[in-house]
């Protein structure tokens, strides 16, 4: 049996990330496995820069957004070499198995490690929802209420003053955000890498707005790395009657106290991988999938197509 764990949280930060330390920390510590935080990710790993968790350690961060590890991107753990020095810090440890908390890029690295020989298991950690293997990432639904908030406070203005007020949120390369954000927002307009960009086609659906049904605002929700939002904003304003604004939402929707159902997510993502690791499972992601908790190896997992967005993207045509 499995008798030492590292914990560490790996890429960008996302809220809930915190809930899911403390709850592979607590769980294992329950079954008689020593806990080890390791910060910064594979960073810290590399770096040998870490410390072992008592129960108390992981006391009142559920509520925390951020990451009480710290995280960081590392490239060069591609390398062999590097990821030789960091099985050495492990074994220095005794610590025999590892849980990664991060997003497809700390997965591979929980994957090659795994293959070394020391059992790892990836939980989706990111805002991005962009994930295989998962229908939803702990942090998603927190960055989702962010934006939420946010774009209601925007229509009230746009609202008083004939604008269009064209938002940008995060998604790296998965338009999820942007979609869930543009149905709870009652948006006019999504742009996303899924149903791409043509400036033409946004400017007449404007002028459609706003001369043939004579709305006197609309929001357009467009995720980052689309289209250029202030360019955008200028094209609306010198061509159609709407005033164009472009706000970018920014890193503000990665901070924030993590929502209850991702805590909760996190908690039993938490629980089912140190209940993989006990049963000496390694090379595992653990996901959600139809409402269960379920776990795949990561090579399937990142095999897997993204799951499709068609039947909510028809929803929002529907509803505008
Ligand atoms: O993956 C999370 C994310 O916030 C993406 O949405 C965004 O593209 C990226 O990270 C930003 O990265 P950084 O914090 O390094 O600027």
């Not at 959600?288 to 379920?294: G, K, L, S």
Request: negative net charge; hydrophobic residues 35%.
């Amino acid at each position: 049996m499995v008798r030492k764990i590292g914990v560490l949280t790996s890429g960008g930060d996302a809220p809930g990330m915190n809930a899911a330390i403390r709850a592979v920390t607590r769980i294992a510590l329950r079954n008689g496995i020593d806990v080890v935080g390791i910060r910064n990710g594979y960073k810290g790993l590399l770096e040998d820069d870490m410390t072992e968790f008592n129960r108390t350690d992981v006391s009142d961060i559920l509520d925390r957004g951020g990451t009480k590890l710290g995280s960081a991107r590392l490239p060069e753990f591609k390398e062999e070499e590097i990821q030789d020095q960091c099985i050495e810090n492990l074994n220095k440890h005794g610590i025999e198995a590892l849980v990664v908390i991060g997003g497809d890029g700390s997965y591979r690295g929980a994957l090659a490690l795994t293959k070394k020989g020391i059992n790892c298991i990836g939980l989706p950690g990111t805002i991005d929802n962009d994930i295989p293997g998962t229908d939803f990432t702990i942090g998603f639904d927190t960055a989702l209420h962010t934006c939420v908030e946010n774009v209601d406070k925007l229509r009230d203005t746009s609202s008083s003053h004939h604008r269009c007020s064209i938002v940008e949120v995060m998604g790296n390369h998965c338009g999820d955000l942007a979609l869930y954000t543009a149905i709870s927002c009652g948006a006019e307009m999504v742009i996303s890498p899924e149903t791409g960009y043509d400036e033409e086609e946004v400017l007449e659906k404007l002028h459609y707005l706003g001369d043939v049904l004579n709305k006197n605002h609309a929001i357009i929700i467009v995720s980052e790395k689309v289209c250029d939002v202030e360019s955008l904003a200028k094209k609306v304003t010198q061509h159609t009657s709407f005033s164009g604004r472009a706000t970018v939402l920014g890193h503000i929707q990665r901070g924030g106290s993590p929502s209850a159902s991702d805590r909760v997510l996190a908690s039993k993502m938490g629980e089912k991988a140190v209940d993989l690791l006990m049963s000496g499972v390694g090379g595992h992601c653990v996901g959600i999938v139809n409402n269960e908790i379920m776990s795949l190896p990561i090579e399937e997992a990142l095999e897997q197509p993204r799951n499709s967005r068609k039947k909510l993207y028809r929803l929002f045509d529907r509803l505008v």
